[in-house]
């Protein structure tokens, strides 16, 4: 009777999990395993709205897979060693897994390959997060893409019409010793910072499909237009299940087919514009897996001689709570550190303010993004700081500085957004409410700060360090 070993790690989910059906097809046991390893993820280990996600979703994938007769093995420790150790203990002849598209991961997944299949294992590995692996999208002149559009082109006409895998019986039965509770990873804050996110999120498979089911109505009627307005759930919001594979663009493009059928037929084209935006999530690890230093390094070198302005504590930290004085970045920050993300119209304003009005280098926002986001992403985080700093792939021009003003203005413009973030200002009339340092009585009044800044001095000072970079 053979067992294997399936090692989830960002595909905690049991339909379309590519793995997990090889191995119950051949195998007659399943052990379900993850193992807690972030020192094995470099410098981008989670950060703490990572971690609060992932103690969530983990529980919920162990109360699914008991559910079937296979309960979550969770161990922590060193890959490679806890996987030979379970491998010895229960006589697993083979070990599944989904791949990860990060340097680190892929690193690391090679030399356990590698070492098991030496020692006699069976290793199989698969493509469970993506609708095509980074390699399979090419140019004519079989390089990688480093514009959006034209990438598009290439990979749309390949995806079809998916039919996702169902969930496969699962077989369990093995004998394991080594485990600990999920508790033990620690991974919930000491000081319960978390509430807000509690209320706004149902981390697991069950929740991703409730947003899905939730979203699906936009998509088909007017996602072009609700995507823009961040008082309202015009966007899916199920970029934290993405990331941690809860759901797979494959489920989300065959679902939106079938609703969009279910309808009309004739409706389909209207699920393109969302598929696109799945297209930017493919791209952004098309970019990663192809130039990985990017994290760290201007894809558009010559930003390596920008002027950016000295670190800056006391202005970064303000921005980080939301204290800026502007409106929709204090609004868009303040939703952050609540609920652990952010619309996003508005994380490319604040970034905008960041990177632009305050000229602070965007590796600052992408680490504050990074520990305070249950999305984060390493290719995302790294494609959507760059594209709005100017440096990356694909990028927006430098010159393009976002006015958070006329902003909230046109995607805001009833005040619904600012006023749920910004409780101070909420009974401000609507002009004020958009620009409520022109009132000073009302910054009396509220105790909300004046602007830090002059959002037209600091765009004409930031074109000013752009011109000189360029050497104009």
């Not at 109360?63 to 079937?68: F, H, P, R, T």
């Not at 230093?293 to 558009?300: D, G, Q």
């Not at 490319?348 to 680490?367: D, E, P, Q, Y």
């Not at 520990?371 to 709005?388: E, F, P, R, S």
């Amino acid at each position: 009777m053979s067992t294997a070993i399936v090692w989830f790690r960002r595909d905690l989910r049991l339909a379309d999990n590519a793995a997990l059906s090889a191995a119950c097809a051949a195998h007659e046991h399943i052990l379900p395993l993850y193992i807690h390893a972030p020192h094995e993820e470099g410098e981008w280990a989670p950060g703490g709205a990572s971690r609060w996600w992932l103690h969530h979703a983990l529980g919920s994938l162990d109360a699914a897979a008991s559910a079937l007769g296979a309960p979550l093995h969770i161990r922590q420790g060193d890959s490679l060693a806890e996987l030979r150790q379970l491998i010895a203990s229960t006589g697993a002849t083979a070990v599944y897994w989904n791949r990860i598209y990060e340097p680190a991961a892929m690193a690391r997944d090679s030399v356990i390959k590698s070492t098991l299949r030496e020692q006699g294992v069976e290793v199989h590995s698969f493509n469970a997060a993506l609708w095509r692996e980074p390699w399979q999208v090419e140019t004519k002149q079989q390089g990688p893409y480093r514009v959006f559009t034209p990438f598009w082109r290439c990979l749309r006409p390949q995806l079809g019409e998916p039919q996702p895998l169902p969930i496969p019986a699962l077989r369990g039965g093995v004998s394991a010793q080594g485990a600990v509770p999920l508790e033990a990873l620690r991974l919930l804050p000491a000081i319960r910072w978390d509430v807000g996110m509690a209320e706004a999120w149902l981390p697991g498979e069950q929740g991703a499909w409730e947003l899905l089911e939730i979203f699906a109505d936009d998509a088909i009627a007017d996602y072009a237009q609700a995507r823009d307005i961040p008082s309202r759930h015009g966007t899916s919001r199920l970029s934290p299940h993405l990331h941690f594979g809860e759901i797979s663009p494959r489920q989300i493009q065959r679902y939106l087919i079938d609703r969009a059928d279910a309808v009309d037929r004739r409706r389909r084209p209207d699920i393109e514009p969302y598929l696109r935006e799945l297209g930017w999530r493919e791209f952004a690890q098309h970019l990663l897996y192809h130039f990985p230093n990017t994290p760290k390094a201007n894809f558009n070198t010559q930003f390596d001689g920008f002027r950016w302005a000295s670190d800056d504590e006391v202005s970064l930290e303000r921005w980080q709570r939301g204290r800026t004085g502007i409106p929709l970045v204090d609004a868009g920050m303040r939703e952050l550190w609540h609920t652990g993300w952010m619309h996003n119209r508005v994380r490319m304003i604040v970034a905008s303010f960041l990177t632009k009005n305050l000229r602070l280098h965007w590796h600052h926002g992408a680490r504050w993004f990074w520990d305070t986001l249950v999305d984060a992403d390493l290719a995302n985080n790294t494609l959507g700081w760059q594209w709005v700093a100017g440096s990356g792939a694909d990028a927006a021009p430098y010159f393009r500085v976002f006015n958070p003003v006329t902003q909230a203005q046109k995607f805001d413009a009833e005040g619904h957004y600012l006023r749920r973030w910004l409780p101070e200002l909420a009974q401000a009339p609507l002009p004020l409410l958009h620009e409520p340092w022109k009132d000073a009585s009302l910054l009396k009044r509220s105790g909300y700060p004046a602007p830090m800044l002059d959002l037209g001095e600091s765009r004409q000072q930031a074109l000013g360090a752009y011109r000189a970079m360029r050497g104009e």
